[in-house]
């Protein structure tokens, strides 16, 4: 048996100290949900003219629940509030009204409603970055924004985050484990117009770059990737949701969402399918390139 290594005692509290910390961060992050997910801050194409600017890293830190702002105005379905100072009171009734018609639209084009009101914060991002996040467990999203950008980009990205909270409605909590891959494919999917740029689906939109071999493997996570790689995988996942429900239909689509394990690839495909994800990714491109 090695012997034990000769520890000063004078480094015995910060070691135990350490130890501790560690202990007590497995403790607090056991059975907790996976964390939200962001939408990438260049997520919805063609980028607008005007201000885009990229987010720094760690600003800012998101929150469950508005911080500031009024009480905008209730729609069937909506509780919005606006960050003080980034509207005016016209720009605010515009808004509410563009939200209104894109929780309309992506309830049609995924299928289901909503099973209680979402709120919506719609904060002001002192750095001009733009991203959403959806924490449908209290069925609250959010979108931070500035002045300088065009507030139909903000309207982009909840449109995104709406399915979020459609998808968690509809699978349950088995959502917020689901394949990383079909979570945001569904959202990116889901938001349809408000993320196509003008193209009819997202199958002739990631077309030019699977031909140009710009494509990234479906499997990859975005965790390390640019930004804009980040944003290309949303598009070619929604591309690859759209493959298998044109395909196989939704009610297998159904079933496999609610197999994942919270990691890019991990849903049933074979049990599903009949088909590995890899044989699946396969179909995919050549189904985008119309072989």
Same mark, same amino acid.
């Given at each position: ?9 004078? %480094? ?12 007590? %961060? ?30 720094? @890293?760690?600003?800012? +830190?998101?929150t469950p629940v508005?911080?500031t702002g009024h =009480?905008?105005?209730?729609?069937? $379905?909506? !509780?919005?509030?606006?960050? /003080? ?12 009204? @563009?939200? @209104? ?21 719609? $904060?002001?991002?002192? %750095?001009?970055?733009? !991203? $959403? ?18 507030? $139909? ?10 399915? !979020? ?22 959202? +990116? ?9 003008? %193209?009819? /689906? ?43 429900? /044109? +395909? ?19 849903? @049933? =495909? ?12 396969? /179909? ?8």
């Amino acid at each position: 048996m090695a012997p034990f290594p000769n520890i000063p005692r004078h %480094a015995l509290g910060p070691i135990a100290l350490a130890s501790l910390l560690v202990i007590l %961060a497995w403790l607090f992050t056991m059975g907790r949900p996976p964390p939200p997910r962001f939408v990438p801050s260049t997520a919805v194409q063609p980028l607008p003219a005007g201000a885009e600017r990229p987010l720094p @890293d760690g600003v800012p +830190t998101p929150t469950p629940v508005p911080l500031t702002g009024h =009480y905008g105005t209730r729609v069937e $379905g909506l !509780h919005i509030v606006v960050a /003080d100072g980034l509207l005016s009171e016209q720009g605010q009734a515009s808004l509410v009204a @563009d939200l @209104d018609q894109a929780l309309q639209y992506v309830v049609r084009r995924f299928g289901s409603g909503p099973k209680g009101q979402i709120n919506t914060y719609v $904060g002001l991002e002192p %750095a001009c970055g733009l !991203h $959403g996040i959806a924490y449908t467990e209290v069925r609250t999203v959010q979108v931070f924004t500035c002045r300088e950008l065009p507030v $139909g980009r903000a309207v982009n990205i909840l449109a995104h985050e709406y399915v !979020h909270q459609l998808c968690h409605d509809r699978y349950g909590d088995l959502h917020l484990k689901a394949d990383l891959v079909l979570v945001e494919g569904v959202a +990116t999917w889901g938001a349809g117009t408000y993320w196509l740029g003008g %193209a009819p /689906d997202f199958r002739t939109f990631v077309r030019p770059w699977l031909e140009k071999g710009e494509d990234i493997p479906l499997h990859e996570s975005y965790v390390g990737l640019p930004v804009s790689d980040m944003n290309k995988l949303y598009y070619q996942w929604a591309s690859f949701v759209e493959f298998l429900i /044109d +395909t196989y239909g939704r009610e297998q689509f159904d079933r496999l969402y609610i197999t994942g394990q919270n990691y890019p690839a991990s849903s @049933d =495909y074979l049990g599903v399918y009949g088909k590995r994800f890899d044989e699946l990714e396969v /179909d995919w491109k050549a189904w985008v390139l119309g072989r």
